[in-house]
């Protein structure tokens, strides 16, 4: 069975930065898309950024220049890397992955985490 699991969220000021992990067991994972999303508070889980099997990466307008999304294949675990952080950038995090092709829409993805929380300080 397919497990993902985030670390690395928490709280941090206006310009600060975060890495997040995203560890995955039960699956081959060198196969699999894998992806970050976030929700906040009332709003819809949105597309942040993904990463594809061959490590190409696409992202969310928002984050571009700020955040970095890489996968290390041999420890089956994908990070993100959060640079010069905004408030509006608070929200639970979550870690998703899916076979064939990249999407930016969550109902694609095949297996998700429970999420990790980042809060933003202003």
């Known amino acids: 069975q397919a497990q993902l699991a985030e670390s690395g969220g928490g709280v941090v000021q206006a310009g600060g930065s975060l890495r997040l992990s995203c560890a995955a067991s039960?699956?081959?994972?060198?196969?699999?898309?894998m992806a970050w999303f976030r929700q906040a508070p009332g709003m819809e889980r949105e597309f942040v950024t993904g990463?594809?099997?061959?490590?190409?990466?696409y992202y969310a307008d928002s984050v571009k220049g700020r955040f970095t999304i890489s996968r290390d294949n041999a420890k089956n675990t994908v990070y993100l890397q959060m640079n010069s952080l905004k408030p509006e950038d608070m929200a639970n995090y979550y870690c998703?992955?899916?076979?064939?092709?990249?999407?930016?829409?969550?109902?694609?993805?095949?297996?998700w985490g429970q999420g990790t929380q980042v809060t933003v300080s202003s």
């Open positions: 998703a992955a899916k076979t064939g092709p990249t999407s930016n829409r969550w109902d694609r993805y095949d297996y």
């Open positions: 039960g699956l081959t994972f060198s196969g699999y898309v």
């Open positions: 990463i594809t099997q061959s490590g190409g990466t």
